[in-house]
């Protein structure tokens, strides 16, 4: 790859990252309400996205072989009770992580 060829890709790279922070303030300005749709998807999508991400990390768990997926389970219980408590979804998210990489590298 050439040197134009890279300063080409570098620079449209970051025109499409500009046009992505800005269109947001260009679309819903300051001045108007935020359109109804947009609201549902504030709403509706994090918890989504929390299901999504619980189907993603479980889809391979064997439960016949090795621990019988403890570690998941204990992990989903604690993912589930640092939300019940704090209600906070990255602090349930990493909390879950580091609970599923101590059981296994510790436990299991």
Do not use: D
């Not at 604690?78 to 209600?87: D, E, P, Y």
């Amino acid at each position: 790859m050439t040197v134009q060829q890279r300063i080409i890709i570098i620079a449209i790279a970051a025109l499409a990252t500009q046009i992505t922070r800005f269109l947001p303030f260009v679309a819903f300005p300051s001045g108007k309400p935020t359109p109804k749709y947009v609201q549902y998807l504030g709403r509706a999508l994090p918890p989504a996205m929390f299901g999504l991400l619980v189907v993603y990390c479980l889809k391979n768990t064997s439960f016949l072989t090795g621990s019988h997926g403890l570690p998941e389970a204990i992990s989903v219980l604690a993912v589930v009770a640092l939300h019940l408590w704090k209600k906070q979804m990255l602090l349930s998210i990493a909390g879950g992580t580091l609970c599923y990489m101590l059981l296994v590298q510790w436990v299991f």
